[in-house]
């Protein structure tokens, strides 16, 4: 407030300064007839304006210097509370400083003392102990002497009673070891005849087993000569297997008719004689499998499309023998041959026809030739 008074005087006394000097200029300016009058209180009217916006400035001015003011006076109050909050903790803590010395000395007065004692205790008990000693090593020496003698004594009379006994001994074990030794020569050429009877057995067996095993080996060739044979025929080995779809028909089209050795009849006209296999819906990723039961070698597979109508529903698909492709169906025929190479053998226990477009399969019979079963470890090609 004061500030602002300051400011509002020095305003006051500017604009008296300056009227001042508009009365004299006006004074001056009255001799001269010529001057015009309202150029003259235009420009006083300027002067007044431009001196009102100095003073509305200095004004702002003071006013923000009174808010810095005001600011530094808060920062000032907020660092001499700091200052005695630093001050009271110091207080405190030089206290409670005081309180830890005073404890600790009383503590360590009291322990130093007890120790005294303690280490005085152990002194007299020292002296004691040192005096037992002495007194014991005595006793013992004495005693020592006169269990000594007598350990001699019982010892000397000890060794001359053994070594009568082990003389004894001895001479009884000499002959015991005698007789056993006759004995056991007498056994020994008993089981040298028994053990050459037994030599004698043994060759004979041996030729007869090495003969009986040459034969049996010779059956075990020819047994698989003659397996390997009729494995190696070429046969039909999907006719009446286990079949699976993934999109049954309701209407009695079942995967089975695929195996059922039917390709003949699939005209509407003989709609109770029908025998081929129709998927419910045209969807993505349609699938028959045949499971063949074991695992054969693959030679050929051979698929029956429809013959009426729809052929172009199998163009797509793909034959699988287990995981192996063996072959993909590109144009709409009646009969597909998927051959497999002799120097390439496939062995599979489970043919798959997958279509992944959106059609239907709907085939009169998928044959597989092949041969087998094999074992996983059994196979001759």
């Known amino acids: 407030m004061n500030f602002a008074r300051v400011s509002l005087f020095l305003l006051v006394t500017h604009l008296s300064q300056v009227n001042g000097e508009s009365e004299i200029g006006l004074e001056s300016r009255r001799p001269n007839p010529q001057n015009n009058v309202a150029e003259t209180c235009n420009s006083l009217k300027e002067e007044a304006q ?6 509305y400035s200095a004004i702002d001015k003071a006013d923000g210097i009174r808010e810095q003011a005001y600011r530094v006076k808060d920062e000032a109050y907020e660092l001499k509370e700091e200052a005695y909050e630093i001050k009271e903790s110091a207080l405190v803590a030089r206290s409670a400083l005081e309180v830890t010395l005073v404890e600790t000395l009383a503590l360590m007065k009291s322990q130093a003392t ?41 010892f000397a009379a000890q ?28 056994k020994f050429a008993a089981h040298g005849a028994a053990l050459q009877k037994l030599e004698e057995k043994v060759v004979g067996g041996t030729t007869e087993v090495v003969a009986k095993v040459a034969e049996t080996q ?10 390997q044979s009729w494995m190696s025929e070429i046969r039909l080995i999907s006719l009446y297997k286990m079949t699976k779809d993934n999109n049954k028909s309701p209407n009695g089209y079942d995967a089975d008719l695929v195996a059922d050795g039917q390709f003949v009849d699939d005209r509407h006209r003989e709609g109770s004689m029908r025998t081929y296999s129709h998927t419910a819906s045209r969807a993505h990723n349609n699938k028959i499998w045949i499971k063949l039961g074991g695992l054969f070698r693959i ?23 287990d995981d192996e492709l063996i072959g993909t169906v590109i144009e709409a025929v009646v009969t597909y041959d998927f051959s497999v190479a002799d120097n390439d053998p496939t062995y599979a226990s489970t043919v798959t026809l997958h279509q992944p477009l959106a059609k239907h399969i709907h085939i009169l019979e998928m044959q597989v030739w092949g041969n087998g ?9």
Not at 50 to 55: P, Q, T
Not at 299 to 321: E, F, M, T
Request: charged residues 25%; aromatic residues 6%.
């Open 50 to 55: 431009e001196i009102r916006r100095e003073g």
């Open 114 to 154: 007890a120790t005294n004692l303690y280490i005085q205790e152990i002194r007299s008990s020292l002296s004691s102990l040192s005096e037992r000693l002495e007194s014991l090593e005595q006793d013992v020496g004495e005693k020592f002497a006169a269990q000594t003698n007598t350990m001699e004594e019982k």
């Open 299 to 321: 030679h050929k597979i051979k698929i029956w499309n429809l013959r009426h109508c729809c052929q172009d529903q199998l163009v797509g698909s793909h034959i699988y023998a």
């Open 218 to 227: 010779t059956t075990a060739a020819t047994i698989r000569n003659r397996q």
């Open 373 to 381: 079963p094999f074992q996983n470890e059994d196979k001759f090609a």
């Open 159 to 186: 060794t001359n009673t053994m070594e009568e006994k082990f003389a004894a001994q001895t001479n009884t074990m000499e002959e015991m070891f005698a007789a056993q030794t006759n004995t056991m020569e007498e």
